[in-house]
């Protein structure tokens, strides 16, 4: 069986609301489509430091999660595995089946975190969530949380919830800093974790993102994730590229000062580049 040499990284840790611990850096999964490719991505993940995995049913790739987990060695209780409810199978009996389905793929008997990927139709949003409160109470997901929620949809779920989500995963990054729904999060104990934090590679030119790198001797890309950190929201980064990969992780050595900070937030542009249609009801 091929191991990966483990290397044990510095990586901060968070403590959710529920006590549950995760790692303060996730590696996203999302369009990584054939085996090979993933089987290399989590080869150079792990051997860099990464134990969290941001997965989802509308990924496609939760069995090649699973295959690779139990291929290099890795020992169930050392990761932590996300997955999200795909929007075709919101309401109750969907919500449970669909559930059992990706823990056969991924090869295990629990999540450590469970999420709704996006709001849905207003009809099923009560009935999915009694879903997801039912598989935490019976272990299946150590946590249970969201995504693509914004205050409505959060101030709709205190309406009818018995249990509140302890993550919420949205769109972040430096171009999109989120102001309002993370000071309601942070109102209600519910952490941010940061998608699409490199804003996909998009702007890879801001001069102030430069000079910021250039006095910290830190790349582009690790200001833009170190600025989630230091704004308490967990970065998920996604690349397939293994210098990448490694260069992503490699931002628990420093700190952004708070002039640096102040300049950032200036860079804030408030503007959505994914799912706008979808989660705007
Ligand atoms: N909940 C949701 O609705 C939702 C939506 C979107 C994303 N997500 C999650 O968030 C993860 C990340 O988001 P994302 O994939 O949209 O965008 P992202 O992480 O902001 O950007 C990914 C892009 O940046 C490139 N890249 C990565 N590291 C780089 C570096 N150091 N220097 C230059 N380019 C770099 C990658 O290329 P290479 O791969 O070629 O290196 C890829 O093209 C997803 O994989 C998924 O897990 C969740």
């Known amino acids: ?21 995760i790692p303060a850096i996730g590696l996203g999964l999302w369009k990584v489509k054939d085996e090979i490719t993933f089987d290399q991505m989590f080869k150079a993940a792990i051997e860099a430091g990464y134990r969290h995995f941001d997965d989802a049913q509308a990924y496609g790739n939760e069995q090649y999660l699973g295959n690779c987990w139990r291929k290099y060695g890795l020992k169930r209780d050392e990761l932590f595995i996300t997955t999200k409810i ?36 207003y009809w099923l949003r009560k009935e999915k969530w009694r879903a997801m409160e039912e598989i935490k109470k019976s272990g299946r997901a150590k946590s249970i949380g969201v995504s693509n929620h914004y205050v ?27 102001q309002e729904v993370r000071d309601y999060c942070k109102k209600l104990g519910i952490q941010i974790e940061a998608y699409s934090p490199l804003a996909h590679a998009q702007i ?16 582009y890309s ?15 980064p996604k690349s397939t590229t293994p210098s990448r990969i490694e260069e992503n992780i490699n931002i628990f050595d420093f700190k952004l000062d708070k002039d640096d900070l102040s300049k950032l937030a200036t860079l804030n542009r408030d503007k959505k580049t994914l799912w706008r249609s979808i989660i705007s009801s």
């Open 1 to 21: 069986m091929p191991s990966a040499k483990l290397k044990i990284m510095a990586v901060d840790k968070i403590k959710l609301k529920n006590g549950a611990i």
């Open 86 to 121: 795909l929007t075709q199978n919101f309401g109750y009996k969907a919500t449970l089946k669909s559930f059992n389905e990706s823990l056969t793929k991924l090869q295990t008997d629990y999540v450590d975190l469970l999420l709704i990927h996006f709001p849905g139709p």
């Open 152 to 178: 409505k949809h959060l101030k709709e779920l205190e309406a009818f919830a018995t249990e509140m989500p302890v993550v919420n995963q949205i769109e972040m990054h430096i171009f999109l800093q989120q």
């Open 204 to 219: 890879m030119n801001d001069p102030i993102i430069q000079q910021i790198a250039e006095k910290y001797n830190k790349t």
């Open 222 to 236: 690790q200001i833009m994730l170190r600025w989630c950190l230091d704004n308490e929201a967990i970065p998920l």
